[in-house]
């Protein structure tokens, strides 16, 4: 079968090959291949939903893609493959980069011989045949239900993070050298209705630095954004290479005796930078300016020891006593706030908690 859509996710990557599927025509018998203007556009609306693309082909590398950039259309794909290895290696090779299941992959060529390749050694990858190019962005998956800002700008966000990694790699110096070569800005807001698909589209896929587990719906969202007891926030990050989007989410609940922490998860793909320490930190100067207690809640899961570990190190102590009701069972620590300041390789702009404006104040300066 060429394609099956019940019973699996939205499409994160398809995998285009070149010859009579992307283009018209065959390149190596010197045809002066077209792309047609309709695959064009389901090229464009794709990579507006947030849906990444590559290219599996045999042909020459260094002439297909020269081809593609003078047809305009190079930017939009990430880790081509494009040599004389089976179809099969290279869908694998594209799959493991982005680090995505193969059932979030699919798979469009002309040949029948190519796709039954590519289905015999990799059965969780979506195939279809290059006749079903145009009718792609109707089908359900996809469709992503909700396409956030960040989906729109994901390929940029991937080929910034592709340009940044091949950089670590070559970097002769300490890893604090080249944090601080990158011009890390992390930025602090209070979360609106644009934000919100955001926050809860990262408390759902976190897991390993998420502080309870605890998934926010939509709904459960919003309602919070206008309770005056509570601060929804939102952290992205930006670098000399490019945004990193949305990277992290806090709930804050001000209590009568403190202010809790009831979420605080950040994406896998920051611990590196510091991200989680840094919110900590943060979230810990702000009450010692306004003399108030910190807490938090932490529920252990099989997957969040990372949050654990940094909830410690930034000093939060358990709470003794039974776990906090309120929180379903999660356990409350607590922590003496101190004045702290932002990490030597991030600027932090961020607001006054509970304080009615957005203005964002640099943490460090005479004001933040």
């Known amino acids: 079968m060429d394609h099956v859509t019940e019973q699996h996710p939205t499409v994160k990557c398809l995998i285009w090959d ?12 010197g045809d002066e291949v077209e792309i047609p203007p309709a695959v064009r556009d389901v ?10 693309q590559s290219v599996a082909s045999r042909n020459d590398h260094t002439h297909a893609w020269e081809r593609l950039e003078k047809l305009g259309l190079a930017e939009y794909f990430v880790l081509p493959r494009i040599g004389w290895g089976a179809k099969s290696v290279s869908v694998r090779a594209i799959a493991d980069e982005l680090n995505f299941a193969l059932s979030a992959v699919a798979f469009i060529d002309d040949q029948p011989t190519e796709r039954a390749e590519v289905e015999f050694h990799l059965p969780d990858v ?8 145009l009718s792609l962005p109707t089908r359900p998956e996809f469709s992503p239900t909700v396409v956030t800002h960040d989906a729109r700008r994901r390929r940029e966000m991937y080929q910034a993070g592709f340009r940044r990694e091949s950089e670590r790699s070559e970097h002769s ?16 807001e209070h979360a609106g209705d644009e934000e919100i698909s955001r926050v809860e589209e990262l408390t759902l896929r976190t897991s390993q630095m998420n502080a309870t587990g605890v998934h926010y719906s939509d709904q459960d969202l919003r309602s919070l954004i206008v309770d005056e007891r509570h601060e929804v926030l939102v952290a992205s990050l930006t670098d000399r290479f490019g945004p990193h989007g949305a990277i992290g989410v806090i709930l804050l609940e001000r209590r009568p005796d403190a202010d809790h922490i009831k979420l605080l998860a950040t994406s896998c793909r920051v611990v590196s930078f510091g991200v989680g320490a840094a919110l900590l930190r943060w979230l810990t100067d702000e009450t010692a300016r306004a003399g108030t207690t910190l807490t938090a809640a932490f529920r252990r899961t099989e997957r969040n020891r990372m949050m654990e570990v940094a909830y410690r190190f930034a000093g939060f102590e358990d709470v ?10 999660a356990q409350t620590l607590l922590l003496k706030p101190s004045r702290q300041s932002a990490p030597p390789h991030l600027k932090v702009l961020a607001p006054r908690l509970f304080c009615p404006g957005r203005e964002l104040i640099e943490w460090g300066t005479a004001d933040g």
């Open 18 to 29: 070149l010859d009579n599927t992307l283009w018209r025509g065959t390149l190596l018998e």
């Open 43 to 52: 090229v464009v609306e794709l990579d507006s939903r947030g849906i990444l």
């Open 320 to 329: 003794p006593g039974r776990p906090d009701p309120a929180e379903d069972g």
């Open 173 to 188: 110096g300490t890893d604090e050298e080249f944090l601080r070569s990158l011009s890390l800005e992390l930025r602090i």
């Open 126 to 133: 979506r195939c279809y045949p290059a006749e079903d190019a």
